[in-house]
């Protein structure tokens, strides 16, 4: 029953591009992309709760992979090679900084995505003497919205069946406490590695699926760490341990900041980190734990 | 003090929702008599300096002006003011996109203006072509225009690339050579990105070209915040000419440096922010001889009037860059809606081959692009003229060498 009902409505979203609006495709797209983007992230971050700021690094990733391919290689290989670049990066960093805690993981993740910007930067300089590249493809933004749909299906679904297997389990008690964890006998190092790769993998997809809609790619715009924060905000404020608690929170947020920069053009930072604080202070777990909660109390009450 | 009762306030409240409501229906009955015009600009994020100095009070002021004056003409001679949508691209690329397609198929705008800096413009080329809109790129520096016009047919643009200011530099610093007033030796530094690169990729054959050595060749990243190693590295060079392909932050760092080093070329050449109307403030009071990217007819009466409208609406000067041309673009446009009107294709056309007369003079583009530009500018007691190309008429004679800070 309750496929059928996802089924629906993702047959519905496939429709969609149908029935709206040039803009309102633009809008799916965002909010389909934000939808993934969250969802890939929490994917790792949220049952660890290692709070990653390296989305964006993984989506740059994405977006240049497909920049210097373009012109080489058929658009499929293209994605493949882009998975595969991303998966490989994601490995090397995973293997040599999840022993990494708290703190220091953040801080390490958000540089990273400077130095991977700045490590192209600096081949772009010294070895092809050009910086900006471009990327014509003749893909439509119906291809784009579907493409992001079906990455963002898989997605959720993919942290569907991991929190259901072994894996999801390991990943919660890693969460939980990692000592507890490695005295169970939970192949620490294994376990984070596997859903960062994958979490990673599916951040740089993203970044390969949005590119061909921005023309021009260089690192200063593919490596925007507003990306990043907007990703850790949306999914912490829907509840990032949460099957679709990223994507309750990408979709409501992507909206109000559309809004936002109809409106109030001049401020819309300042609420941006308004939001932070609110999400951290008064939803902690997300949205769909703190309804949980009222409803719990209400029930209390009640009885 | 007056005492505001319940009932007044009341009173008040009502007769201002009144007051409102007749004025919003005034809109909507005048709303076939409006021309809408739509952007999407960074308010917010990394490309916020560069289109608040440039691109939005520009626009600002052109719309200002053109409904001062009752607004845009169109063909048979009627009045149309004008009414803007606009808004924030946050620097990404991703929100520039769906803005764009927001103001086109949403707001369904008559007009579109572009956003600031050349990966925007490019990431939004696509739609306008989409859409049939005319993009008149101004900000965007680009080698590679004539495939973007062939790619986007209405797609005009207007500030040269990448070549064109290097050339003109070299143009400029070989005339000196053969007169005498310079060695044939150069310190270039670059800094590492788009701009940069595309500057000095050009540069280095056209100055081999003309016989000069390169005695001094470093590029440094963006952010780059401390130059006295440059700086005293290239004191240290004995070239004649400094030339920096750099971004504002580096062009005013370096020349703070080099004051405060006392280090004294006879050529001493910055890029972007060279122009800005704060960089003798910058120099501290002292820029004269400083040559930039850039330069404008710093005697024609109608870049003096343009300067002093601009001063007048926004608090200070434009930069004797950019800016000029942008507003150029917008007198461009009005005057083509004034003789093709608002339909795209034959105001596109009307872009592409009439003449306007503009701040910077009689502009004609040429495929689609504007090629009669300024190169190179020199700080000359305290207004920055255009000293390259040489031969164009408005262009001031270079000072070389350059006198002592």
């Given at each position: 029953m309750k496929v059928l009902l996802i089924a629906a409505g993702l047959a519905v979203l496939a429709c969609a591009p149908f029935a709206v609006s040039d803009y309102g495709l633009g809008l799916l797209i965002g909010a389909v992309t934000y939808v993934t983007l969250a969802s890939g992230w929490a994917l790792f971050s949220g049952p660890t709760r290692y709070v990653s700021l390296a989305t964006v690094a993984f989506y740059g990733i994405g977006a240049y992979t497909v920049a210097v391919l373009n012109e080489a290689l058929p658009y499929p290989l293209v994605l493949i090679s882009a998975a595969a670049v991303g998966a490989a990066i994601a490995l090397v960093v995973g293997l040599s900084t999840l022993r990494l805690a708290g703190i220091y993981f953040v801080i390490f993740t958000f540089g990273l995505a400077e130095l991977v910007r700045q490590l192209i930067t600096w081949f772009e300089v010294n070895?092809?003497?050009?910086?900006g590249r471009y990327i014509f493809l003749d893909l439509t933004a119906r291809d784009i919205y579907w493409q992001m749909l079906a990455l963002g299906a898989a997605t959720i679904g993919l942290t569907a069946w991991i929190n259901r297997s072994r894996l999801g389990l390991a990943l919660r008690v890693v969460g939980d406490d990692e000592v507890v964890a490695a005295h169970s006998g939970i192949n620490l190092a294994r376990t984070k590695l596997i859903a960062f790769v994958l979490s990673a993998t599916i951040l740089t997809l993203a970044g390969a699926i949005a590119s061909p809609r921005f023309v021009y790619v260089e690192p200063a715009i593919a490596f925007n760490p507003t990306i990043s924060f907007l990703t850790v905000i949306m999914a912490l404020l829907g509840g990032a341990n949460r099957l679709w608690g990223p994507a309750l929170g990408a979709v409501p947020l992507f909206l109000v900041f559309e809004w936002l920069s109809a409106n109030f053009p001049d401020t819309y930072p300042i609420f941006l980190g308004l939001l932070f604080i609110a999400v951290v202070f008064a939803l902690p777990d997300g949205i769909l734990a703190g309804l949980e909660k009222l409803r719990r109390r209400g029930g209390e009450v009640r009885a | 003090m007056t005492k505001i009762s319940r009932r007044a306030a009341l009173r008040a409240l009502r007769c201002g929702l009144m007051a409102t409501a007749t004025l919003s229906a005034g809109f909507a009955s005048a709303e076939g008599e409006t021309v809408k015009i739509g952007y999407a600009v960074?308010?917010?994020?990394?490309n916020a300096t560069g289109a608040g100095i440039t691109t939005i009070p520009n626009y600002e002021l052109w719309v200002k002006t053109v409904n001062d004056a009752g607004g845009l003409t169109m063909p048979d001679g009627s009045k149309r003011k004008i009414e803007v949508i606009e808004y924030d691209n946050r620097s990404s690329n991703g929100d520039l996109v769906r803005s764009i397609e927001r103001l086109a198929s949403q707001d369904k705008v008559d007009l579109i203006l572009p956003p600031w800096s050349t990966g925007a413009n490019l990431a939004v080329a696509p739609l306008f072509a989409k859409y049939g809109y005319p993009q008149l790129a101004v900000t965007a520096v680009t080698d590679k225009a004539p495939d973007f016009v062939k790619r986007w047919d209405r797609s005009f643009w207007m500030l040269g690339g990448g070549h064109d200011y290097a050339n003109g530099l070299v143009e400029l610093l070989s005339a000196a050579l053969e007169e005498g007033k310079i060695n044939n030796k150069v310190a270039v530094v670059s800094v590492a990105d788009g701009f940069g690169i595309d500057l000095i990729k050009a540069a280095r054959p056209a100055f081999k070209e003309a016989g000069?050595?390169?005695v001094y060749d470093e590029t440094y990243p963006l952010g780059t915040s401390d130059f006295a190693a440059i700086m005293s590295e290239v004191q240290n060079s004995e070239a004649d000419s400094f030339v920096a392909f750099s971004y504002p932050p580096g062009s005013f760092g370096m020349t703070k440096t080099a004051q405060s080093i006392g280090y004294n070329p006879k050529v001493f050449y910055i890029s972007?922010?060279?122009?800005?109307?704060i960089y003798p403030g910058i120099a501290n009071g002292k820029p004269d001889g400083v040559m930039a990217i850039g330069g404008v007819d710093a005697d024609s009466s109608a870049i003096k009037d343009y300067f002093a409208s601009h001063t007048d609406s926004v608090g200070n000067p434009p930069d004797s860059w950019a800016s000029a041309i942008t507003y150029a673009s917008l007198e461009m446009l009005e005057q083509a809606v004034g003789r093709a009107g608002l339909d795209h294709e034959a105001l596109s056309k009307e872009l592409s081959t009439g003449t306007f007369d503009t701040v910077v003079g009689e502009v004609k583009l040429e495929d689609n692009q504007l090629r009669d530009l300024f190169w190179v500018g020199q700080w000359q007691d305290g207004a920055f003229r255009?000293?390259?190309?040489?031969?164009?008429?408005g262009a001031s004679a270079a000072v070389i060498p350059k006198p002592e800070w």
């Open positions: 070895v092809t003497g050009t910086l | 960074a308010r917010t994020g990394a000069f050595e390169l972007v922010g060279g122009a800005f109307p255009a000293v390259s190309p040489a031969g164009k008429q």
